[in-house]
């Protein structure tokens, strides 16, 4: 079964620090994107950044950036200069493939990073 | 607003009813995705369309729910006799290409009694 492990159930950063959250997962899709999304309490989901696996580039949006290493399915996500406004939880959501290999683009969600930014 | 639209937002039923739930997804998008998210918890796949056509449905979705994307727009998901279990966020994402980025809906908010 594919799993998606994010170790830190919840986290705390001062506003205008530096936060990072640890995501490692398991996959048999060859070529295939990952995504972080954030869930604003009793808001939607959306999207904070993808990163294309066969880049070796790690994806950057603003002051979300990503480390990315293939080998070991690991893809944290590093959050600069936090702001009250990113308090949320946080998914890492890697392919979820079939038996075949392949995901025909379904997610798999890890059991999110409760993150509070504090003043 | 072109977002993802679900409706309603909150439904509350009493055990062994049955409901339907809405989802529109953005206009150009031929792929929509269901998830089931728990209190705490990440989503959950429940089932996929390609256009008009239910792609694959998880083990997760049993024969009480059922889903339908008539004509290749919105989608319908409707559960029978609801039972307690069945209470959750149930959540609809669409997307251009499958692979790239999923946009989220609001959620519907099922409370079984």
């Known amino acids: 079964a594919q799993t998606v492990t994010q170790s830190q159930p919840e986290m705390s950063v001062q506003e205008a620090e530096t936060v990072t959250l640890s995501c490692t997962y398991d996959t048999s899709e060859s070529n295939y994107y990952l995504f972080w999304y954030k869930q604003p309490p009793s808001r939607q989901m959306i999207l904070v950044i993808r990163?294309?696996?066969?880049?070796?580039q790690n994806a950057t949006e603003n002051r979300f950036s990503v480390n990315f290493q293939k080998a070991a399915k690991s893809f944290s996500l590093k959050i600069s200069d936090s702001q009250l406004g990113d308090t949320a939880m946080y998914f890492c959501?890697?392919?979820?493939?079939?038996?075949?290999?392949?995901?025909?683009?379904?997610?798999?969600f890890g059991q999110g990073t409760i993150l509070t930014v504090h003043p | 607003d072109t977002g993802v639209s679900q409706n309603p937002r909150h439904k509350i039923t009493k055990r062994g009813q049955n409901v339907t739930f809405r989802c529109d997804p953005i206009?150009?998008?031929?792929?929509l995705y269901w998830y089931r998210q728990t209190l705490g918890q990440g989503p959950e796949f429940l089932t996929y369309?390609?256009?008009?056509?239910?792609?694959?449905k998880s083990r997760l979705l049993s024969d009480r729910f059922s889903a339908e994307r008539p004509k290749g727009s919105f989608s319908t998901l409707e559960i029978q006799r609801t039972e307690q279990g069945d209470s959750a966020m149930y959540l609809c994402?669409?997307?251009?290409?499958?692979?790239?980025?999923?946009?989220f809906g609001p959620g519907t908010r099922l409370t079984v009694l």
């Open positions: 994402a669409s997307s251009l290409v499958p692979i790239y980025e999923q946009f």
């Open positions: 959501a890697p392919p979820l493939a079939n038996a075949g290999g392949t995901s025909y683009g379904k997610l798999t």
């Open positions: 369309f390609q256009n008009e056509a239910q792609l694959e």
């Open positions: 990163q294309e696996a066969y880049k070796q």
């Open positions: 206009s150009e998008h031929n792929r």
